[in-house]
Every structure is written in C-alpha cells, then in structure tokens.
C-alpha cells in the first residue's frame, strides 16, 4: 500500500457508465505522477526515521566538511573520503518519507536544488514537520509533487558548476516559509534544526498507516517576497498556512547538544577558499545566494 498520494482540488463532472470509469481511472493516474499545483496538498504517511543523505543509512564512506552555525553556516557540507572531487557524481539521498515541495536550478550561489517536506511524531507524541534542503546537486532526479521515501535517490553531488570544490550542502528547517529565501528569516536555531544533531536523535520513529495532509506551497519564489508570491499566478508559495514547529518554547534559540565535529585531513578548505577568493559567490541581484 502506498505511503502517500497527492491532491489538487480538482473538480470534474461526474461521467456515467464505461466512459465515466475510463476517464476516472485515466485522470487518477495522471494527478498522481502530476506536478503538484499551487493549492495542491500530499496525504502522507509519518516519516519512520531518518538518514544521512550521503552514504546511507549512515554516512558510510563521507565527513562532515563543515558544520552547522546559528548566524553562519545554516546547513551541513558533506564530502566523500576519497579526496578531491573523487565524490563528483555519488548519489544523494532521500533522508526520510516525505513529498518534494521545490525542485529547481536556482543557478547564483545555490544551483539545483531540491526541498523535501517531512512529516514525523516527536517524542512527546506530537506530529511536526521539517523540509530537508538538498544544494549544489549535479542533478535533480526527482520532481515537485513526488512523494519519496527513506533512501530514495534525489540527485547526484555536484559543484554548481565549478563554484565550489564537490560537494553536498544540506540543511534541516523547522520553519517551512523560507524556501530560497534565506535572508527574510533569523539565521538560527528557532528556524534551522543541526542536521546531524537532528538526525541522530530520530534514526526510528513511530509510524502507521495513517496519513496526514502535506502543503505543497508555503514559500515564496526565490527573490520573492511572501506577499508577492500570494499575488502571483500559479506559484502558490505565500498562502497562509500555520507553520509546522518543534516542540520547543517560543524564541528559544538554544543549541541542542551535540557531539564533537568531525576532522578531516582532506584539502577541501583550501579548495573552497580559492574558489571564494574569486568572487564567485556574488549575486548580482543583492540576494543571500551563498547555499555553500
């Protein structure tokens, strides 16, 4: 039995007889594999967990190059133990069931990215959600409205063409409004969770078969703001749907404990900071455009 299905809302006029169960059974088929629409939301089953992207289930055979930092660095950059670019092309995937609510080349600082939407049942019993971001992919296989599951294959580990040395940028957000819009949102814990920190405190997960709605929307285009996007025809990304939080104290910015990083003897830094040195992360528009 599926974990999920889409829906769109749609309205059609009922068809009697042999057409009407031809055309019922035609439009089921195509809604499902459809890209998901503005007002569109996902019936889901509960995430029973999660994974690392990169060498799943447990990060086998990768380092964590650089870490998450409240006001810095939001995300985790994750590279393979071979050194170099050896990790160029290596499969990204899914951390845990969900539904990818944006998959696009963003090109500037970011390149391909893909968003994935995650529904789970914290500790206390409570059912939250997160959107898991995959950045700098070579390519995206996989398309807005899929539903996905625990280790499915997202894309491939790129370098944005060059910007940066290989490797995989991946963030955790408690708040599902920020999208490609980084800089409209505070850099810190009371929006972004620490991806392995996160992780590790939710390897298994209670689940069953019942399912939950999931918007689709939520955020706003990239340089776009939520005001403009809920005017916009056919983004859907600014309706007003309550967030999705953890079950911490509003405001409460305070750091989860975490295990000391990881230290690798690979040259990525030194990659990075040549490649930085250059220039190359300046959007010309002004907007936050450094997903390193």
């Known amino acids: 039995m599926p974990s ?9 006029r ?14 089921g088929l195509l809604i499902g594999a459809a890209r998901a629409q503005s007002n569109g939301t996902a ?14 289930p447990d990060a086998s055979g990768y380092y964590k190059a650089r870490g998450y930092t409240p006001n810095g660095h939001l995300g985790e950059d994750w590279n393979g133990r071979g050194g170099g670019d050896s990790d160029y092309g290596d499969p990204i995937w899914c951390i845990g ?24 049942r914290d500790e206390t019993g409570k059912v939250n959600m997160i959107d898991s971001l995959y950045g700098h992919l070579l390519e995206r296989k996989v398309k807005e409205g899929q539903l996905m599951e625990r280790g499915q294959l997202v894309g491939t ?21 920020i999208g490609m819009n980084r800089s ?9 969770y620490d991806p392995t920190s996160f992780i590790r405190a939710n390897r298994q997960l209670q689940s069953n078969f019942r399912k939950f709605d999931i918007p689709l929307g939520l955020f706003a285009p990239y340089g776009k703001g939520l005001s403009e996007a809920s005017s916009s025809s056919g ?47 300046t959007d010309s528009k002004g907007q936050d455009s450094s997903g390193n």
């Open 14 to 27: 009922p068809l009697g007889g042999r057409a009407g169960l031809v055309l019922a059974i035609w439009l």
């Open 184 to 192: 409209s949102f505070a850099r810190d814990y009371s929006n972004y």
């Open 235 to 281: 983004s859907g990304r600014g309706i007003d749907i309550p967030i999705f939080s953890d079950k911490s104290k509003t405001g409460d910015t305070s750091p989860p404990k975490e295990e000391a990083p990881e230290i690798s003897e690979d040259d990525f830094w030194s990659r990075l900071k040549a490649k930085l040195s250059k220039g190359k992360v």
């Open 43 to 56: 019936r889901c089953g509960l995430a029973d967990g999660f994974d690392f992207p990169v060498g799943k």
């Open 97 to 120: 069931r969900g539904v990818v609510v944006f998959s696009d080349d963003v090109r500037v600082g970011w390149g391909n990215v893909v968003i994935i939407r995650h529904a789970y």
């Open 157 to 177: 580990m790129g370098s944005n063409r060059g910007m940066y040395p290989v490797h995989l940028h991946f963030e955790i957000r408690k708040n599902l409004k």
């Open 4 to 12: 999920c299905s889409v829906s769109h809302h749609a309205r059609f």
